[in-house]
């Protein structure tokens, strides 16, 4: 979380942190109780930081961007160089999008890895918390805070039904052809 996010613990924050405004608010009561101080509180409809937070704001700031340099792929990384298998675990509705142009995209920037496509028996986030998949591909929903997400692609849905199909509610969206 960086410190200049702090002011938004809203749903603007949450989502540029790429979590949920409810796993912000934990992360805030654990530094409150952490450094000992209230480190927001309420003014008219927002919130500000108290002088404390004002005192932390640059030195977390420096240990967040020093973190982020130890981190971060040195400037020696290729990936020309890296010999890795990644797994990624997906419908076959987005794998049949997504796995061919991807995995040429790897194979020319990263000729050393490999790319192993699941089918989503797991679904929501449990494969990656327990290690087995690097990556989830589809509409997640109650995912665990420490799971960040990422909108990738859209893709529309067309439905086929036979005349007289049971399923009333295959055809009452608007833009459905009946037949005459």
């Keep these: 979380m960086q410190v200049e996010d702090l002011g938004a613990v809203q749903w603007g924050g949450a989502r540029r942190l790429g979590t949920s405004p409810a796993a912000v608010s934990r992360s805030l009561a654990r530094l409150r109780r952490a450094v000992g101080d209230p480190l927001l509180v309420r003014a008219g409809q927002g919130m500000v930081p108290t002088p404390r937070a004002l005192e932390l704001r640059e030195e977390v700031s420096a240990l967040l961007r020093g973190c982020d340099n130890v981190l971060r792929p040195g400037a020696g990384f ?98 459905t052809r009946t037949p005459r």
Excluded: M, N, W, Y
């Design 78 to 175: 290729e990936a020309v160089h890296l010999q890795r298998t990644f797994t990624v675990q997906a419908t076959d509705l987005i794998l049949a999008g997504v796995a061919c142009p991807l995995t040429d995209r790897i194979r020319a920037a990263a000729p050393h890895v490999d790319v192993v496509f699941l089918p989503e028996a797991l679904e929501d986030g449990p494969a990656l918390r327990q290690g087995t998949v690097d990556v989830e591909l589809g509409v997640l929903d109650h995912l665990e805070p420490e799971i960040r997400t990422r909108h990738i692609t859209q893709k529309q849905l067309v439905g086929i039904a036979r005349a007289g199909h049971p399923s009333p509610s295959c055809c009452s969206r608007r833009g």
